[in-house]
């Protein structure tokens, strides 16, 4: 985790304990060490470990699947917290700039939601992940400041995102899902981000009443200390 005090001064990178040489991002395995160092992610890491630990006493056969950022239609257009391609969508609808953290240049792996759905299926119907966690994801580390630029292009309406200077401590820099166990259960993701956003877009612009929620979202954020900003000169 990068200390805060770090990240008040701008310095976004990732470094190593040893050299302090920025590192290089990596898809990340189910083997890496799990920390829970954010309150949502220990939620994630106890309730694993629950589930798989219940599978194995009751005899009952339990996969515990570590989605990656997953999106689609139907993904809530009223909740400010559903994820950067609804809040997107929503921001630039209204004709608002799109809201990034850091630089932008922080790498997030998606999933579209069809594609989770048949994760599911095959863990249900396979032996070969039973009593394992099973990262699910496209195994891509792709830019936020990327997915803003796409679903601009996408909508016809581009407007500079804006960057702040804000940041959330306890956000990984970069999050790639290392998806060789599930390909080995036979698992592949068959829709690409660029045909993913272009099939969430045609169902936002179905829906009647697309509103911001974001900056009244934020505002609360900024308010309990989970959004910081740098420091000043």
Not at 174 to 196: F, I, M, W
Not at 199 to 226: C, H, M, N, P
């Amino acid at each position: 985790v990068r200390p805060v005090e770090q990240l008040r001064g701008g310095d976004w990178s990732v470094h190593c304990p040893i050299c302090d040489q920025a590192t290089t991002s990596a898809p990340t395995p189910e083997s890496a060490p799990v920390g829970g160092e954010t309150v949502y992610g220990l939620t994630k890491v106890d309730q694993e470990k629950l589930v798989l630990l219940w599978g194995k006493q009751a005899g009952i056969p339990t996969v515990a699947l570590r989605y990656s950022c997953t999106y689609g239609p139907r993904q809530s257009i009223f909740n400010p917290y559903t994820g950067v391609i609804a809040i997107f969508c929503t921001r630039l609808l209204n004709n608002l700039p799109p809201v990034l953290y850091e630089d932008g240049e922080q790498t997030r792996d998606f999933s579209f939601v069809e594609d989770i759905a048949r994760a599911n299926l095959l863990a249900a119907e396979s032996d070969k992940l039973d009593g394992l966690p099973v990262n699910i994801g496209s195994g891509k580390g792709v830019p936020i400041r990327e997915i803003a630029a796409q679903i601009s292009d996408a909508l016809g309406i581009h407007i500079e995102p804006e960057i702040n200077g804000e940041f959330r401590p306890g956000e990984m820099r970069h999050l790639t899902s290392g998806t060789e166990r599930a390909r080995s259960a036979g698992y592949a993701p068959q829709v690409e981000l660029s045909e993913g956003i272009g099939r969430y877009l045609d169902w936002i612009r179905s829906q009647a009443d697309v509103r911001d929620y974001f900056s009244e979202a934020e505002d609360i954020l900024r308010s309990k200390g989970i959004v910081h900003r740098i420091a000043g000169p």
